[in-house]
């Protein structure tokens, strides 16, 4: 009996905080659209522009903030805005491949932010460097 008592005083104990929790909805924080998740350099020479840019828009109802930018090689550089992009407004991730290494190429950018519904974004960049001719 008692560990019944135990048992629902516990429950009810559990049911009181997580009444008094705000609900958060995904739809009413930071939400990022990129215009394309994929920079496809196409066939490039050795030592070329290795200079691309993912443009996106926060299309959320707060501000949007890029805690991060992993790059799945050291051939692959990434810049992106340290400081919080407002509702409505656009920004850009600039990613530098290293164009000296020759052969194909598909590497990975992970964008983190205060997305709630995404906040981890597998950005692709691929291509073939090839020598001049």
Same mark, same amino acid.
């Given at each position: ?31 990022? &659209? ?23 828009? %926060? ?8 805690? %991060? ?54 950005? &692709? ?9």
């Amino acid at each position: 009996m008692k560990k019944v008592i135990v048992f629902l005083c516990f429950s009810l104990a559990l049911l009181n905080a997580s009444a008094q929790q705000p609900v958060v909805s995904a739809s009413n924080g930071a939400k990022i &659209k990129f215009e394309s998740e994929v920079a496809d350099y196409g066939i490039i020479e050795k030592n070329g522009d290795g200079n691309r840019e993912f443009k996106f828009t %926060n299309i959320g109802k707060e501000s949007l903030i890029l805690l %991060n930018v992993n790059s799945s090689c050291g051939c692959l550089v990434a810049s992106w805005p340290k400081e919080p992009i407002a509702p409505g407004k656009s920004g850009v991730i600039k990613a530098h491949y290293d164009t000296s290494r020759i052969g194909k190429f598909e590497k990975t950018l992970t964008v983190q932010s205060n997305d709630a519904e995404r906040p981890a974004i597998v950005l &692709k960049v691929k291509g073939e460097v090839l020598l001049p001719k």
